[in-house]
């Protein structure tokens, strides 16, 4: 009984690295945004949708490619950043300056999109494919 016991910690132990593995910049992965702000400096900040705003419901992320990829458009990561947390993205597009941070625990993400006018802040989540 007691091996049986040590097998299952062991599946669960490589289960878990697994998982954590799919968020440390080797996976391909596909995020979706859930919750969304629309900032600017007149106006407080508005909670909407990721629909509402124009983002799209799905984006990929090529780390190898060093590509975010949404179903309109293509745009390049300009700058990664990764440590022991998280993976720091960052780019533009369409005058635009954008950041997208992932948290490499759990999948989940931060980002935000801003130029002169104001600021869209999102969080959603990852899986990896």
């Known amino acids: 009984m007691r091996s049986n016991l040590w097998v299952a910690v062991l599946v669960y132990a490589c289960a878990l690295s697994a ?3 799919d968020f440390d910049g080797s996976r391909f992965l596909i995020c979706a945004p859930v919750e969304a702000k629309s900032c600017s400096p007149t106006e407080s900040c508005k909670n909407s949708t990721p629909g509402e ?3 799209p419901s799905f ?7 060093k590509q975010v990829m949404g179903p309109q458009r293509t745009t390049a990561i ?8 998280q993976i720091v993205l960052m780019g533009t597009e369409l ?3 954008w950041t997208i941070v ?3 625990e759990s999948g989940e993400i931060s980002s935000t999109l801003s130029n ?3 600021a869209i ?4 989540s990852c899986m990896a494919l």
Not at 59 to 65: N, R
Not at 121 to 124: D, Q
Request: hydrophobic share 45%.
């Open 116 to 118: 002169r006018d104001g």
């Open 59 to 65: 984006v990929k992320i090529d780390f190898a490619k």
């Open 19 to 21: 998982h954590a593995a």
């Open 53 to 55: 705003i124009g983002a």
């Open 78 to 85: 300009k700058v990664m950043e990764k440590d022991d947390n």
């Open 102 to 104: 992932l948290d490499q």
């Open 121 to 124: 802040v999102m969080f959603g």
């Open 95 to 97: 005058g635009f300056g």
